[in-house]
DNA sequence: CCGATATTATTTGTCTGACAAATACATGTC
DNA sequence: GACATGTATTTGTCAGACAAATAATATCGG
C-alpha cells in the first residue's frame, strides 16, 4: 500500500478535507486559532496560495472565519445556527432556481412536515415563543409595509412557529423548507395584491396555537398551502399573458 | 450614493457572492463554461489568486468545478442529489460532533418526521421502490459483514425508505436527519453487538410498507428509536465504566 | 507616575510573474 | 489511415513581494 499514488483531486482540496477532518475529530478545538498560513505551508510543504485555497474552501462553509492582525489568524468557528440556516437556504433555492425541484413537491413537503412540526409546537410551546409568532403576525398586519417587508415578517413568523417545536434538529430542516418558498412567496405577492386571505389564515394558525388545538392547525395549514398553490397557478395564468411562452427555449 | 464605500469583507469573498448571484439568477447557466480566471481577473480588475480564492469558495459548495485543458475551465455546475445530500450530512455531522444538537433532539426530530415520512411512503411507493429497500435490508441481513458495511447498508435502508416517499423535498432534508444518526448508530454497534433486534424491526417496517399499513410502520419506527435511544444509554454507561471521566481534560 | 501618541511586529489580503500539468487539436510520419 | 508528436490553452502550484489591519510596545509630555 503505497502512501497515496493514485491522487486525483487538488492539493488545496485534499488540504481542505484533511483541516475539516482535523475540526471535526476536535484536534482543532472551536474558538481556537490555527497555525498561521506560513506555518501551514511549510508543515504541508505546499505554499501559502494553496493552503490559503484551502482555508477559502473551509471558509465558504462557514467553518473557518480569519482576522487580521498579531492577535489575528484562522480560527475555528462554531457556526451559529443563523448562519447554518442561511447556508442551507442558499442550498435550497439554489435547488429551485435549477429546477430541481419543483413547487408541487415543496409544498407537498411542508404540508407533511410542517403539519407535524405544528403538532409538536402544540404540545411543546412555551408562553414566550407563542407571543414570538404573535409580534411577527403583528408585523405583518401593518398597513402599507413593502411586499419586501410583509415577505420578510411572512418568514418571521413562520420562523417563530417552527421555533415554537423547540426542537434544534426540526428547526434546522424547517427553515430549509420554508426558505425555499420564499421565492415562490414573493412572486405571488407582487401579482395578488390583497394579503387579507394571508392574514386571515395566520390568525386562525396564531389562535390555534393559543388553544393548543392541534386538528384546527392542520386544517389551518392546508388552507394556507392550498390558497399559495391556488395563487401560484393564478400567478403564472397571469404572466403567461403578459410575456410570450418561450417556444424555443434553448 | 456612492459605489462601494464602506465594504468590509474581503474582495474574494464579494466576487464569489457575485459570481454565486449571477448563477442563481441564471446568467450563467448550468452546465456552462465560465470566461477563464485570466479573463475574470481582467474583468474584475485583480488578480487571479484573488479570482481563484473566490472560485474555490464556490466550488466548496459544489457550484463549480474546473477542468484543465484548452476546452477546460470552470463549469457551473449542476449538483446532483447526491452531492447535496452529501453537504448537507456534512452540515449535520458538523452540528452534532460540536454539540450543537444532543441527540434526543435527533431522535425526537426522527421519530415526526420520518413518521410523516412512512406514511407518505405507504401511500406513494412504486415496486421497485420498495424493492431497493428489500435489496437493502438483504445486504444488512449477510453474516459476518463489518460493523462498517453494516451501517452502511442501514444508511441504504433507510433511504430507500425516505425515497419510497417519492419527493425531492422530502428527500432532501430527510437525509439529513438520517445522516446526522450515523455517529451515533456506530457508537451503538461497537457496544451492542447483537444486531438481530434492528433487523428484526427493519423487517417490520418493510412489511408494513408492502401491506401499505401506515399505523404499523409507526409503531415499528418508534420501537426502532426506542432501541436506539436504549442502546446508546447503555453504551454511554459501558463507556464511562472503562474510560475514566476526563476530569481536567486539558 | 500617567496618558496620549507614535512605532513596531505580526498576520492576513492582494498582486505579480512564472512554471508545471493536463488535455484537446493539429501536424507529421510511416 | 493509424499512430506518434508537437503545440496551444487552461487550470494548478509556486515564490516573493507589498498593502492593510491591528495589538503590543515604546516614546514623550504633563
Given at each position: 500500500m503505497q502512501e497515496e499514488p493514485i491522487i486525483k483531486s487538488s492539493i488545496s482540496k485534499q488540504i481542505a478535507d484533511q483541516l475539516r477532518n482535523s475540526i471535526i475529530n476536535g484536534r482543532f478545538k472551536t474558538g481556537e486559532r490555527l497555525p498561521t498560513e506560513d506555518e501551514l505551508a511549510n508543515r504541508y510543504g505546499v505554499s501559502r496560495a494553496t493552503i490559503r485555497e484551502a482555508l477559502k474552501r473551509l471558509a465558504a462553509q462557514n467553518l473557518v472565519r480569519s482576522r487580521r492582525g498579531p492577535t489575528g489568524g484562522n480560527f475555528v468557528n462554531q457556526p451559529t445556527h443563523e448562519e447554518l440556516a442561511e447556508s442551507l437556504s442558499g442550498a435550497a433555492t439554489l435547488l429551485v432556481s435549477l429546477g430541481s425541484m419543483d413547487i408541487e413537491e415543496i409544498v407537498d413537503a411542508r404540508r407533511v412536515l410542517q403539519g407535524s412540526c405544528l403538532k409538536l409546537a402544540a404540545q411543546h410551546a412555551k408562553p414566550e415563543q407563542v407571543q414570538k409568532v404573535q409580534a411577527a403576525l403583528v408585523r405583518q398586519k401593518?398597513?402599507?409595509?413593502?411586499d419586501e417587508a410583509f415577505c420578510h415578517a411572512d418568514v418571521a413568523f413562520h420562523r417563530a412557529l417552527v421555533d415554537a417545536a423547540d426542537n434544534s434538529m426540526i428547526r434546522f430542516v424547517m427553515y430549509t423548507t420554508i426558505e425555499a418558498l420564499v421565492p415562490i412567496t414573493n412572486m405571488v405577492l407582487s401579482y395578488v395584491k390583497d394579503r387579507h386571505e394571508i392574514i386571515a389564515i395566520h390568525e386562525r394558525l396564531l389562535s390555534a396555537l393559543e388553544q393548543k388545538r392541534e386538528d384546527e392547525l392542520e386544517i389551518a395549514l392546508n388552507q394556507l398551502l392550498d390558497y399559495l398553490m391556488e395563487s401560484f397557478r393564478l400567478a403564472q395564468i397571469q404572466r403567461s399573458k403578459y410575456q410570450k411562452p418561450p417556444s424555443g427555449s434553448n
Amino acid at each position: 500500500m503505497q502512501e497515496e499514488p493514485i491522487i486525483k483531486s487538488s492539493i488545496s482540496k485534499q488540504i481542505a478535507d484533511q483541516l475539516r477532518n482535523s475540526i471535526i475529530n476536535g484536534r482543532f478545538k472551536t474558538g481556537e486559532r490555527l497555525p498561521t498560513e506560513d506555518e501551514l505551508a511549510n508543515r504541508y510543504g505546499v505554499s501559502r496560495a494553496t493552503i490559503r485555497e484551502a482555508l477559502k474552501r473551509l471558509a465558504a462553509q462557514n467553518l473557518v472565519r480569519s482576522r487580521r492582525g498579531p492577535t489575528g489568524g484562522n480560527f475555528v468557528n462554531q457556526p451559529t445556527h443563523e448562519e447554518l440556516a442561511e447556508s442551507l437556504s442558499g442550498a435550497a433555492t439554489l435547488l429551485v432556481s435549477l429546477g430541481s425541484m419543483d413547487i408541487e413537491e415543496i409544498v407537498d413537503a411542508r404540508r407533511v412536515l410542517q403539519g407535524s412540526c405544528l403538532k409538536l409546537a402544540a404540545q411543546h410551546a412555551k408562553p414566550e415563543q407563542v407571543q414570538k409568532v404573535q409580534a411577527a403576525l403583528v408585523r405583518q398586519k401593518q398597513v402599507g409595509i413593502s411586499d419586501e417587508a410583509f415577505c420578510h415578517a411572512d418568514v418571521a413568523f413562520h420562523r417563530a412557529l417552527v421555533d415554537a417545536a423547540d426542537n434544534s434538529m426540526i428547526r434546522f430542516v424547517m427553515y430549509t423548507t420554508i426558505e425555499a418558498l420564499v421565492p415562490i412567496t414573493n412572486m405571488v405577492l407582487s401579482y395578488v395584491k390583497d394579503r387579507h386571505e394571508i392574514i386571515a389564515i395566520h390568525e386562525r394558525l396564531l389562535s390555534a396555537l393559543e388553544q393548543k388545538r392541534e386538528d384546527e392547525l392542520e386544517i389551518a395549514l392546508n388552507q394556507l398551502l392550498d390558497y399559495l398553490m391556488e395563487s401560484f397557478r393564478l400567478a403564472q395564468i397571469q404572466r403567461s399573458k403578459y410575456q410570450k411562452p418561450p417556444s424555443g427555449s434553448n
